[in-house]
């Protein structure tokens, strides 16, 4: 070993003595400070009740890592109601303990200003090495309770109807008699309500309301609870006189500020909050089940008066949005219903945009996705309602909605990569599935709102438009990810979806390039095979199933479905200066196809269609030759034709005549599948028919089989 440097011989000499020392008186301290909080942490959880103990042990005991991971770093409920509740024990501690715990501060403190002044080198040692030592709090604790005790002095402060109602809460954990609601108790407190808008009533309404409601759902908490309902009628009028009484009473007691909000210190509403929260426990529970229209509404209008009493509550404010967003969802939801939750979403939207939109926003989007992963020609229609009403209301912070964009498509395309990478028979199905169809034609929507050019000004772009290249590429990439034929459906539906895009946003998408890649598939070149399978429904399916592969009918809508689309590309451009030199490479590639084509049927729907881009290029150069300006000058470029109607161009006219055309095919599919359904139902009824004639049938003859016993015994 090599000596020890001339430092630490110095150090060995002068100060090591006195370091150690001070280190063991430091240690003492320390223990001393130690036995302390083991002390007041036994005392405080031997007084807590059994119950809150096992609150905070059970907080994360039902959620998974994926549950707790994407719902952030958030402080779960019964977390942030534990740490509150440690914080009211430090306010019932003894003057003694806190007076002990100052003077060991003190002396300690005194130690260390004599350390000070007898051995100032050392001392300036252990400022340098040992801050925590020197900097040691001495009045935190004392304050924090201090703190504690005043805020629980404040909360005391209530008038005499609160503290009755805050000893009924501590009432109801004793058992007592169950009373059965009859009518005649409902409308008396339907009366005290309207006429005088009594707390007492209210709270009784509050406890009955919650105990019907959670007794529906399980009938084993019926005994829980005070008051128990068994007669329906009696349900409906509690239940009516809940939703639309109670709202009422509350705001007359606790009236609202302007912004729709109520101080967290409102005396009244800290007596309430038990049972505000309580009932929208309820609301959540009552919001799941299976309700007409009518009672929906009245459900939504009154979970709409009661938001701003439950911000606080923010685990029962989060349910009740996801409960909404499920009836703006679910497919079993009818129209009425659905455009009454959108209503509120908006307006709470609107309403909190600071506190609850970013939730909105992020619950709604994710609910569309889950519900709909199961389309067909039935749902379709519900879908696009959702589409586009959620797309409304990303329309409310478009900063915050450029956020979410941005992030969940950002999503969209790790799927993709990970499929593109990940090289397995299944790891494109992550990306072939309608629910990643359904989200990106869901950002197609939602820019294109935002982004039309009929709402832009120059001066003030919307914040999405930076969005549309990175969902192009998106999409663009989903269509080439397997360029089977058997996945021209889903092909087809994403090219809709941008052309509905660049129709908005004024962008050019080259989307001919993913079309005329079909025209070399084996499903056009090769010849077809005769069958008696019905045409497929390109409009409501993103796979076809191997049995139309190489057939008649599959081949005739691939080529249908090329010539729409193809004309609705181009009847984007029909007025652009640009159009004929747009064209020209498409009708070059179109007639050479036509030449070595058999098909002669596919080959007459090209040439009308080059017929008819020829006849727009024309149209357009027979105007640009009176132009006065170049290409450089962006402003009379863009104003070209610009008052001229689409619709009255050689290309536009052939375009909307095709709308006419599959317009038809739509309306008679429309009216063949409600007479499906017609008949369906019609069916069901003559089964249930029937079986009701085979029971009388049978309680017949067994009648006749008794009084044929009883001849018998005569």
Request: aromatic residues 8%.
């Amino acid at each position: 070993m090599g000596k020890a440097p001339k430092s630490a011989k110095k150090f060995q000499k002068n100060h090591l003595k006195r370091t150690l020392e001070q280190r063991k008186v430091e240690q003492k301290y320390k223990q001393k400070i130690q036995q302390s909080k083991r002390k007041k942490g036994s005392k405080s959880s031997d007084n807590a009740p059994a119950d809150k103990k096992k609150d905070t042990g059970e907080v994360f005991e039902d959620m998974s890592v994926e549950d707790f991971l994407n719902g952030g770093f958030e402080v779960p409920e019964g977390a942030d109601n534990a740490s509150k509740g440690s914080k009211g024990s430090k306010g019932s501690k003894g003057a003694s303990g806190a007076k002990s715990k100052a003077d060991e501060a003190a002396e300690h403190k005194a130690q260390l200003e004599e350390l000070a002044q007898k051995d100032p080198e050392f001392y300036k040692y252990l400022k340098e090495n040992d801050k925590e030592l020197l900097d040691f709090d001495f009045d935190g604790g004392d304050d924090s309770e201090e703190d504690d005790e005043e805020d629980d002095d404040a909360e005391g402060e209530v008038d005499g109807d609160e503290q009755m109602m805050m000893d009924q809460d501590k009432d109801h954990d004793e058992p007592v008699d169950q009373i059965d609601l009859s009518m005649k108790d409902v409308n008396a407190w339907k009366k005290s309500l309207s006429s005088e808008n009594s707390l007492r009533t209210l709270k009784k309404v509050l406890r009955a309301f919650t105990a019907a409601v959670s007794a529906s759902e399980d009938e084993e908490k019926s005994a829980e609870y005070k008051y128990t309902v068994t007669n329906p009628d009696v349900f409906n009028r509690l239940l009516l006189l809940a939703l639309s009484q109670v709202p009422k009473t509350v705001r007359h007691h606790i009236p609202l500020s302007k912004d729709k909000t109520v101080p967290d210190d409102n005396k009244k509403l800290k007596a309430l909050s038990s049972s505000l929260k309580a009932y929208g426990n309820a609301l959540v529970i009552l919001l799941s089940g299976n309700h007409d229209s009518e009672i929906i509404t009245l459900i939504l209008k009154s979970i709409g008066e009661m938001v701003p009493y439950l911000l606080s509550h923010r685990r029962v404010i989060k349910d009740l949005i996801s409960s909404v967003v499920n009836v703006l969802c679910q497919s079993s939801s009818d129209d009425q219903s659905r455009l009454a939750a959108f209503s509120f979403l908006e307006e709470t939207g609107q309403t909190y945009k600071k506190s609850l939109l970013e939730h909105i926003l992020k619950s709604t989007y994710g609910g569309f996705v889950k519900y709909s992963r199961r389309t067909t020609v039935h749902t379709m229609p519900a879908i696009n309602l959702q589409k586009n009403l959620v797309a409304t209301l990303f329309e409310i912070d478009l900063n915050l909605s450029y956020q979410l964009g941005f992030q969940f498509i950002r999503q969209l395309a790790i799927h993709l990569r990970s499929s593109i990478v990940n090289k397995t028979a299944e790891s494109y199905k992550t990306v072939y599935n309608w629910q990643y169809i359904h989200s990106l034609d869901f950002w197609s929507r939602a820019i294109s709102t935002q982004c039309d050019v009929r709402k832009e000004t120059a001066s003030k772009q919307s914040p999405l438009r930076s969005l549309i290249l990175p969902l192009v590429q998106v999409t663009l990439g989903a269509m080439r990810l397997i360029p089977s034929p058997q996945y021209f459906p889903l092909r087809f539906y994403l090219i809709r979806s941008l052309i509905r895009l660049a129709r908005h946003s004024g962008v050019f998408i080259p989307l001919m390039p993913v079309l005329m890649e079909i025209l070399s598939s084996t499903t056009i070149t090769k010849p077809a095979k005769g069958t008696t399978l019905q045409s497929l429904d390109f409009d409501h399916v993103i796979r076809a199933s191997k049995h139309y592969l190489g057939t008649r009918v599959y081949q005739d809508g691939v080529c249908e479905q090329f010539i729409e689309l193809s004309g609705e590309f181009f009847a984007l451009y029909c007025k652009s200066i640009a159009f004929p030199e747009l064209c020209i490479p498409v009708v070059v590639s179109l007639k050479r196809f036509v030449k070595r084509s058999k098909n002669v049927k596919f080959n007459k729907q090209i040439q009308k269609l080059v017929e008819k881009l020829d006849q727009n290029a024309k149209y357009i150069e027979q105007h640009r030759n009176s132009v006065t300006f170049g290409p450089l000058n962006r402003a009379e470029v863009d104003a070209f034709l610009k008052n001229e109607p689409w619709e009255k161009t050689p290309l536009g006219a052939y375009v909307v005549i095709q709308r006419e055309i599959k317009e038809e095919k739509l309306r008679i599919l429309r009216e063949s599948m409600e007479l499906e359904k017609q008949s369906e139902e019609e069916k069901d009824d003559d089964d249930e028919l029937m079986a009701i004639d085979v029971s009388d049938d049978e309680e017949d003859a067994e009648g006749v089989e008794d009084i044929d016993d009883d001849e018998d015994e005569e």
